[in-house]
C-alpha cells in the first residue's frame, strides 16, 4: 500500500516561512506528478502548486513568486516552500500524487496525503 505523509506544518508570523514535505513510501517504481493543496474553513480545496515528473512547475496566483514547489525524486519527496506568509494562507495543506507501482504492466495509483495544519497569524 502506497502512503504519503506531509510534515512542516505549523504556526507562524505573518511575513514568516515555512517548509512542508511529503514523502511517498511503499511500492514505488517512480513518481509522476506531484501537487499541493490547500483548504481553508469553509472554503473548498484548492490546487496550490503542481510539479509534473519532469520538473515543470505551476502556481495559483494567489501564492506565485512566494511559493515554490520542488522535488527529490532519490527521497521520494516533494517540498513546498512558503515564504511571506499571510493570514489568508492558513488552510490544511495536503499533497497528492501519482505513484506508478509497476513499468510491466504499467500501474499507478493516485494517493492523497493526510494533510498538515498551517496557521498564520499573530
Known amino acids: 500500500q502506497e502512503h504519503l505523509a506531509e510534515s512542516g506544518g505549523g504556526l507562524v508570523l505573518p511575513g514568516g516561512s515555512l517548509r512542508l514535505s511529503c514523502t511517498a513510501s511503499?511500492?514505488?517504481?517512480?513518481?509522476?506528478?506531484t501537487n499541493w493543496y490547500r483548504q481553508a474553513p469553509g472554503q473548498q480545496r484548492e490546487l496550490v502548486a503542481a510539479?509534473?515528473?519532469?520538473?515543470?512547475?505551476n502556481y495559483a496566483a494567489s501564492v506565485k513568486g512566494r511559493f515554490t514547489i520542488s522535488r527529490n525524486n532519490a527521497e521520494n519527496t516533494a517540498y513546498l516552500q512558503m515564504n511571506s506568509l499571510q493570514p489568508e494562507d492558513t488552510a490544511v495543506y495536503s499533497c497528492?500524487?501519482?505513484?506508478?507501482?509497476?513499468?510491466?504492466?504499467?500501474?499507478?495509483?493516485?494517493?492523497w496525503g493526510q494533510g498538515t495544519l498551517v496557521t498564520v497569524s499573530s
Open positions: 510539479i509534473a515528473a519532469d520538473g515543470s512547475t
Open positions: 511503499g511500492t514505488i517504481f517512480a513518481i509522476g506528478a
Open positions: 497528492n500524487a501519482v505513484i506508478i507501482v509497476s513499468d510491466d504492466p504499467y500501474k499507478y495509483r493516485e494517493v
